[in-house]
Nanobody, 128 residues
């Protein structure tokens, strides 16, 4: 069992930055791919970024590529999402998710159904 707790959300002006953190419990953190998804009111949950198990493999949605960076620290059981040049359309609840099978192609992890665990979410609001 893995528990995920997100933090770092808040209100920021357009063009600003935030760093989200997701702390995971359990000793098997490194055996999961870690992803960030977001959900805006009235919309479906949307893939943002994923980072593979222990290597540097990452994928980003086109809407955040070049602005967001996902990283993980397996010694701290924590995954981060650095968000720069924020836009009002980035406003959403951001969820940290853990799942996948080691070696699985990252492109399959764009689907939230591939994940086994997720946190309670943290609100990010970007004002114009």
């Amino acid at each position: 069992q893995v528990q995920l707790v997100e933090s770092g959300g808040g209100l920021v002006q357009a063009g600003g930055s935030l760093r989200l953190s997701c702390a995971a419990s359990g000793r098997t953190f490194s055996s999961y791919a870690m992803g960030w998804f977001r959900q805006a009111p009235g919309k479906e949950r949307e893939f943002v970024a994923v980072r593979g198990w222990s290597g540097g493999s990452t994928m980003y949605s086109d809407s955040v590529k070049g602005r967001f960076t996902i990283s993980r620290d397996n010694t701290k059981n924590t995954v981060y999402l650095q968000m720069n040049s924020l836009k009002p359309e980035d406003t959403a609840v951001y969820y940290c998710m853990a799942g996948g099978t080691p070696g699985q192609p990252l492109r399959l992890l764009l689907n939230p159904n591939e994940y086994d665990y997720w946190g309670q979410g943290t609100q990010v609001t970007v004002s114009s």
